[in-house]
């Protein structure tokens, strides 16, 4: 996980691409599709974020009342479409929404979500562990929403996750990044790729998030709630690019005092 | 007639009712309603936790007591 930091060139204007499992993508950002209060904003919102990943629910059919037929508005040849096991909280259930996502024609890929608690939505992560054995088992691609313990997303890496997806902070709370330390420390144990998922509030949480040196940043409530949606992703599209290079460039060390930038020597009146 | 259990929600249906008739009368329902339709492409089927492949619409006969979900995809993060 540690890379070597080397500077970013001149010509270096995007981040590398990122590989999860037999995938390659040019974006690090994955966003999701809830909550836009038009399907026109959506796809201008996801034009402007750069990404090539978006997420997608399963849900009972409404065929009274109707969807909005979200994958109408999604070019399947841009972007590939990741549905999510959100709103589970029994494993068991996220084992069939994830099969569900495949009989829909959505592929082997889930993000895996077993939540433990309605209030915060933080994961189970008994459940979680469990769905993420049975889904690999059965072939699935599992990128799993965990906390940021960081003994729970190495149980996750040890049962085949192919992402793990420790939360900034609560789903759709705003908060940021809560807890560095812990992350850091997933970031420097795990081998897979590391994507931070839920919390982001603002283009610096990406920012922050990506100089810790996570790969990539799942997010949708930070896009889709702003005032302006399209204009924060293209702001969360060069913050992670600006993170993705701040982290490989090497930060300074954090000092108690100061340390003048101009010499202290021949200063006039000495 | 059959007492099922669709999306939660107890219905009756006709007797040897198959999942292929189910999801016709679903659609007729949603045309009748009057929005935007029902795209039985966009649907996946369970009955009792196990999928029905759409292959097997008619081939599968409901039967009292069957909890069937169907499902479609929406906008999510």
Request: hydrophobic share 40%; net charge negative; aromatic share 4%.
């Amino acid at each position: 996980m540690n890379s070597t930091p080397t500077p970013p060139t001149p010509q270096t204007v995007t981040p590398a691409p990122i590989t999860l499992g037999d995938r390659t993508f040019h974006s690090r950002l994955f966003v999701g599709t809830g909550k836009y209060k038009d399907p026109e904003t959506m796809v201008a919102a996801l034009d402007a974020s750069g990404c090539e990943v978006v997420t997608v629910a399963i849900r009972r059919v409404d065929w009274k009342s109707g969807h909005d037929p979200v994958m109408a508005h999604l070019d399947r040849k841009r972007y590939t479409i990741l549905p999510n096991t959100a709103g589970c909280f029994e494993a068991e259930d996220a084992i069939r929404v994830a099969r569900l996502g495949r009989e829909l024609g959505l592929g082997d890929w889930v993000k895996l979500e077993v939540l433990g608690d309605k209030k915060t939505l933080l994961p189970d992560p008994v459940g979680t562990l469990e769905a993420t054995k049975t889904l690999v088992a059965e072939g699935f691609t599992v990128l799993a929403y965990t906390s940021d313990d960081p003994v729970m997303a190495l149980r996750l890496q040890d049962a085949g996750a192919t992402s793990v997806m420790p939360a900034g902070s609560p789903i759709g709370s705003g908060q940021g990044i809560n807890n560095r330390h812990s992350l850091r420390i997933i970031l420097e144990t795990l081998t897979v790729p590391v994507i931070i998922d839920a919390g982001v509030g603002t283009a610096s949480d990406v920012t922050i998030a990506m100089e810790l040196g996570a790969e990539g940043v799942l997010l949708n409530t930070g896009i889709a709630g702003a005032k302006d949606p399209v204009a924060m992703a293209h702001a969360m599209r060069h913050a992670l690019a600006a993170g993705y290079f701040a982290h490989r460039a090497g930060r300074i060390e954090k000092r108690l005092y100061a340390t003048a930038s101009s010499p202290l020597e021949g200063v006039l009146g000495e | 007639m059959p007492n099922i259990s669709l999306n939660g929600e107890v219905r009756t249906i006709p007797a040897n009712s198959s999942v292929e008739q189910l999801v016709a009368s679903l659609e007729a329902e949603a045309k009748e309603a009057g929005t935007r339709g029902l795209d039985r492409r966009a649907l996946a089927v369970e009955v009792n936790r196990v999928i029905v492949p759409r292959s097997t619409y008619r081939a599968h006969a409901l039967t009292e007591g069957d909890e069937i979900e169907i499902v479609t995809i929406v906008g999510g993060g």
